[in-house]
């Protein structure tokens, strides 16, 4: 029997713009262009709808999936977090799902292949944010442990943040799974407890308590798979015409993104990797460049 595999991102108007990008270039690879595309629709226009479904995509309105205190003073895009566990439920008949956030885009679709053949495993397919490029393995750890260590306190408690904010923090932005998993039950489970606490990064650190506390199997991919760009700016490889991990060998990386402020920026400080400018750095946009 053919495998049956679906590409999901989501968001709202306001986040169409990156959306369009990230689905731009998910179709860009032969990788994508062989998986089915599903959109979350937490509020696009009717333009934006046309043009999704343009590219082949099926729309769903996702409803709360959850009911918890506070919901009413969010916008309908956070649906798009809480409707995650039950992507088999919105999007049925698949044999393996793959999530990529609206703010992410694909430049190698090797990385796609990577996540499906890990969630073809039976485990979680997911990239934790752990390099030896990255600011908070380095200067920024203090930042980075007092941001994610108040998140878990705030879903769970102190014990859970001072013990899980030592583990590479698991990164939900891209993540596979087969669609008969336990994850998903699971998943929906210790969210759900959470958001009784906190809406604080809650499905991030819901699927990190999943794994490792609730022991629920999962395979790291390299960081390559899913590069939070805050974290260490891509450098550019003029020759290869790629951005590539910012410490030797250069390796080119598969998806970009561009998390936190990032994706407000026009432009950021690249250092150039071969050709005439090598060494040198340079404002370079870091967004998808298919559509410019």
């Known amino acids: ?37 599903g959109i979350l629709d937490c509020g696009l226009t009717d333009v934006q709808r046309a043009w999704c479904r343009e590219q082949g995509a099926v729309l769903v309105e996702p409803v ?16 798009a977090l809480t409707a995650r566990p039950f992507l088999p439920r919105y999007f049925p008949g698949f044999d393996l799902y793959l999530w990529i956030d609206g703010d992410c885009w694909v ?8 996540f499906l053949a890990a969630a073809r495993t039976g485990a979680l397919a997911v990239a934790p944010e752990i390099h030896r490029s990255m600011r908070h393995y380095h200067h920024a750890w203090t930042e980075f442990s007092t941001i994610n260590g108040a998140a878990y306190a705030e879903c ?23 669609g008969d998993a336990p994850h998903w039950a699971g998943w929906a489970e210790v969210l759900g407890e959470a958001l009784q606490r906190s809406a604080n990064m809650t499905d991030q650190i819901a699927l ?20 939070p760009i805050h974290h260490a700016t891509p450098a550019w490889d003029a020759e290869r015409g790629l951005f590539v991990e910012p410490a030797m060998p250069y390796d080119p990386l598969g998806i970009l993104h561009m998390t936190i402020y990032t994706k407000r920026l026009a ?6 990797i071969g050709g005439t400018r090598a060494g040198q750095v340079r404002a370079r946009s870091l967004r998808w460049p298919g559509l410019r």
Do not use: H
Not at 7 to 32: K, N
Not at 107 to 114: E, F, P, V
Not at 159 to 169: D, G, N, Q, V
């Open 64 to 79: 709360w999936d959850f009911d918890f205190p506070g919901r009413e003073k969010l916008k309908d895009g956070y649906k």
């Open 1 to 37: 029997m053919t495998e049956r595999a679906i590409a999901i991102t989501g968001g709202d108007a306001a986040y169409f713009d990156l959306m369009r990008d990230c689905i731009g270039s998910l179709r860009a690879t032969a990788e994508g262009r062989a998986l089915a595309l």
């Open 208 to 227: 990190n308590v999943l794994v490792y506390d609730r022991g629920f199997a999962y395979a790291p991919l390299p960081s390559r798979c899913n590069w």
């Open 156 to 178: 769970f408690n102190k014990e859970t943040a001072e013990r899980l904010i030592r583990y590479p923090l698991i990164n939900a932005g891209v993540f596979a799974l087969q």
């Open 107 to 114: 430049q190698q679709g090797d990385a796609l292949s990577l």
């Open 267 to 272: 432009a950021l400080d690249v250092r150039e």
